[in-house]
């Protein structure tokens, strides 16, 4: 992950190759330990179709989910912007301002969403404004996909990388205000996109008290391969880490309670474990493509917010993305067919 240095020229839009499913997505999340927001922003745009989509998903420490979709059939050239969410660069790899202004949908229990048309319908809108200023907390690391020997996985995006961040705003909803201060990672990725590609990935992201910060990947591929990677950010210096097996505890209905992993950094190891925060608000969104001869079907990308704890006595707090296909209503991890 460590292997080039990100261009500033890939903080911006890249020229789409003639794939269909060529998509070029940014991404950040964020912890406020003070407020207990946790939550992220997405834009993404695919224009060979043309269509761009904006996701907002946001933890309330009290138990509300807050999640917004907008989708457009136009995205305007050049702009990292879409629907209700902006990112202008004031400095590649250094200073970010991220906004987000519109409408959001409230949801007590976000497991309605499973089944997303009628959970959207009864949920109530309320208005929500976010402003956060990003700052760099060490080096943007990844690929810029021009060497293919560091491109980690070919189906979800040929140039990759990531950064550690740390972020200062507020969010205001439904009239109340949030601030938010804390850590967080930001994803910026492009190339043909195939969210059924893996057979499924664990994206673990977490930011601690003392301002150091954690990152593991786990992907298992179509052909069998495993991959692991892994990032330690301390003192606004982020270093390469190697991950051990990812560890999952589920629920019932196939969401993850718990996670662990081990951490070897260039000076210590670490075990590191995150549990669903209570209240749990665990939530489904997917991807599905209609069977076509060469479609796996339904892919879903399990959230939730997580108290981390390392072995070493910090805490912290951070986001995992937990994405299986699903056989029969379940992720292929829990069925037994994930090898």
Known sequence: MFAESIA?????????????????????NFTSPGSGVVGWLRIAVQPNRPAGQATALIFLPEGRTLLAFHRVEQTTADTLAVGPIAIEIDEPHRRQRLTFDGPVSVFPEPRVLSDPGPAFRAAPLV??????????????FGTSGEDPANILERSMALGHYEQFIQLAGSLRVDGEEHQIQGGGLRDHSWGPRDWAG???YRWISASFDDGSAVMG???AQADGTMTRRAALASAGIATEARLGEVALEWTDDGFCRRISCALQGPDSESTLTGTARVPEQF??????RPQDGTSHGVTRIGYSAYDFELSDGR????IVEVLDRMVDGLPISMTGQDS
Do not use: M
């Not at 208005?127 to 943007?140: E, F, K, P, Y």
């Not at 939530?283 to 599905?288: A, K, N, Q």
């Not at 805490?315 to 951070?318: A, E, P, Q, S």
């Open 127 to 140: 208005g929500a404004r976010i402003d956060l200023t990003v700052t760099g907390n060490g080096d943007s």
């Open 283 to 288: 939530v489904p969104l997917r991807h599905h």
């Open 217 to 219: 990947l786990q992907v």
């Open 8 to 28: 500033p020229l890939h903080e911006y839009r890249h020229p789409p190759d003639r794939t269909p499913s060529y998509n070029e997505s940014t991404y950040y």
């Open 198 to 200: 893996p057979r499924f």
């Open 315 to 318: 805490h912290g707090l951070g």
